[in-house]
Nanobody, 128 residues
Framework: QVQLVESGGGSVQAGGSLRLSCQAS????????MGWSRQVPGKEREGVAS?????????????QYADSVKGRFTISADNAKNMVYLQMDSLRPDDSAMYYC????????????????WGQGTQVTVSS
């Protein structure tokens, strides 16, 4: 079981930026899929972004995004530190949600996959 701890949430005005961080207890190696998902109370969870690591050494990855965040959000990772990041730019009020770092996909690595391991979440609030 991988432990996931998110940080970096907060309140920002529309058009602003936030950077979320996720510390994973371990994921060194290749063939790892991680991501970010978000949820608003009363609504379904939405997969936001995913990152697949081919190997631990070259840093080769495949990243994918939900259409709702494409061009505004960037997922990245620092393999040496077991960290995954989500840079969120041009934030909108409808980006407000609890954001979760996720891993353990049941299926191909992509934002909409069913994730089995979740962090505790970090709240993002965007005001207009």
């Amino acid at each position: 079981q991988v432990q996931l701890v998110e940080s970096g949430g907060g309140s920002v005005q529309a058009g602003g930026s936030l950077r979320l961080s996720c510390q994973a207890s371990r994921y060194r190696g290749g063939g790892i899929c991680m991501g970010w998902s978000r949820q608003v109370p009363g609504k379904e969870r939405e997969g936001v972004a995913s990152i697949y690591f081919f190997t631990a050494h070259t840093g080769d990855t495949i990243v994918q995004y939900a259409d709702s965040v494409k061009g505004r959000f960037t997922i990245s990772a620092d393999n040496a530190k077991n960290m995954v990041y989500l840079q969120m730019d041009s934030l909108r009020p409808d980006d407000s949600a609890m954001y979760y770092c996720v891993t353990g996909p049941r299926g191909p690595c992509r934002p909409t996959v069913e994730w089995t391991q979740w962090g505790q979440g970090t709240q993002v609030t965007v005001s207009s």
